[in-house]
């Protein structure tokens, strides 16, 4: 496998998500400066990032161009349980604005969600809805040139509930419904943790399917999965639940990165932790890299 062949590694910045999205305290520029020190291939950006506004985005754009960065995948958070259907329907134009950015940007893959687990969707219903509204939205993301790529989710930083296919049963009923070469599904690992899963049974059942992944490593820092439970209907991440340096969590990421390399993914993996900061990033950086190079940098 050639070196163009091998999977690229993109950034997310978990650390600075408020800084970024909420008091604004640090610009998208700043991010970008910062990111260019890391020696990854990309940025994958978060929707809350942008301003919808032609002069912020095309500056935007020339910023990755000026470090030599990609923008491969955009981070979506599309609400699709939604039971309004004026508020529904906002969150599927939200979504297709998200694909044309992507497309502005170069990306090729922008993110679905099922949407939030609220009591009062069943899961038929949810099932159902979710399925009709990403089907719907296919021929306009190969419009634009963009695959969907539906994560199997813990919990948007900014939402009540928790994923409504948070399970792996759910997941893979919804993913098994839609069979379209511009959709797929992005892989995190510690996710299938957090529901209290095997994430190596799951991707055993999505390997073929699998277009991005998320790399992360996920500890409690007290208490129990079952505790953690009892803390998922509210607003954003439970205190007990920590991003840690990627080869330092739960995860095993030579049995990972052996599976996917069985079904040739040579697409992109997006770092997501630095929650304590930039040297946390870098040491996780460093560790993706050794593990890419010993996976899939020689034929095996």
Same mark, same amino acid.
């Given at each position: 496998?050639?070196? *163009?062949?091998?999977?690229?590694?993109?950034?997310?910045?978990? $650390?600075?998500?408020?800084?970024? $999205?909420?008091?604004?305290?640090?610009?998208?520029?700043?991010?970008?400066?910062?990111?260019?020190?890391?020696?990854?291939?990309?940025?994958?950006?978060?929707?809350?990032?942008?301003?919808?506004?032609?002069?912020?985005?095309?500056?935007?754009?020339?910023?990755? #161009?000026? %470090? %030599?960065?990609?923008?491969?995948?955009? $981070?979506?958070?599309?609400?699709?349980?939604?039971?309004?259907?004026?508020?529904?329907?906002?969150?599927?134009?939200?979504?297709?604005?998200?694909?044309?950015?992507?497309?502005?940007?170069?990306?090729?893959?922008?993110?679905?969600?099922?949407?939030?687990?609220?009591?009062?969707?069943?899961?038929?219903?949810?099932?159902?809805?979710?399925?009709?509204?990403?089907?719907?939205?296919?021929?306009?993301?190969?419009?634009?040139? #963009?695959?969907?790529?539906?994560?199997?989710?813990?919990?948007? !930083?900014?939402?009540?509930?928790?994923?409504?296919?948070?399970?792996?049963?759910?997941?893979?009923?919804?993913?098994?419904?839609?069979?379209?070469?511009?959709?797929?599904?992005?892989?995190?690992? *510690?996710?299938?943790?957090?529901?209290?899963?095997?994430?190596?049974?799951?991707?055993?059942?999505?390997?073929?399917?699998?277009?991005?992944?998320?790399?992360?490593?996920?500890?409690?820092?007290?208490?129990?999965?079952?505790?953690?439970?009892?803390?998922?209907?509210? #607003?954003?991440?439970?205190?007990?639940?920590? %991003?840690?340096?990627?080869?330092?969590?739960? !995860?095993?990421?030579?049995?990972?990165? +052996?599976?996917?390399? *069985? #079904?040739?993914?040579? *697409?992109?993996?997006?770092?997501?932790?630095?929650?304590?900061?930039?040297?946390?990033?870098?040491?996780?950086?460093? +560790?993706?890299?050794?593990?890419?190079?010993?996976?899939?940098?020689?034929? %095996?």
């Amino acid at each position: 496998m050639s070196r *163009s062949e091998m999977p690229k590694l993109a950034a997310f910045p978990k $650390c600075y998500m408020d800084q970024l $999205c909420v008091d604004r305290t640090m610009t998208l520029f700043e991010w970008i400066e910062l990111a260019a020190t890391l020696g990854v291939d990309g940025l994958e950006f978060y929707s809350n990032f942008l301003e919808d506004d032609a002069t912020f985005l095309k500056d935007v754009r020339d910023a990755l #161009v000026q %470090h %030599h960065l990609a923008m491969p995948m955009l $981070c979506c958070s599309p609400d699709f349980t939604e039971p309004d259907p004026l508020r529904l329907q906002k969150e599927i134009d939200r979504e297709k604005r998200m694909i044309e950015i992507t497309t502005f940007f170069g990306g090729h893959f922008c993110r679905v969600l099922s949407g939030q687990r609220r009591p009062e969707v069943t899961r038929e219903k949810g099932i159902a809805q979710v399925v009709r509204v990403i089907k719907d939205l296919l021929p306009f993301a190969a419009d634009h040139g #963009v695959v969907l790529n539906m994560e199997n989710h813990y919990k948007d !930083n900014y939402w009540k509930y928790p994923e409504f296919a948070q399970k792996m049963d759910v997941f893979v009923e919804i993913v098994e419904q839609i069979d379209s070469p511009w959709f797929g599904v992005n892989f995190d690992p *510690s996710n299938a943790i957090l529901a209290g899963e095997d994430p190596l049974a799951l991707l055993e059942l999505v390997k073929h399917r699998v277009v991005t992944v998320h790399a992360s490593d996920r500890y409690l820092k007290c208490g129990t999965i079952e505790d953690l439970r009892k803390e998922e209907d509210s #607003v954003g991440y439970a205190s007990r639940l920590a %991003h840690g340096t990627i080869g330092q969590g739960l !995860n095993d990421y030579d049995k990972i990165f +052996f599976t996917l390399r *069985s #079904v040739g993914f040579n *697409s992109w993996i997006s770092i997501e932790d630095g929650l304590d900061g930039m040297d946390q990033l870098r040491k996780s950086v460093a +560790f993706l890299k050794e593990k890419i190079h010993r996976h899939f940098g020689r034929q %095996h």
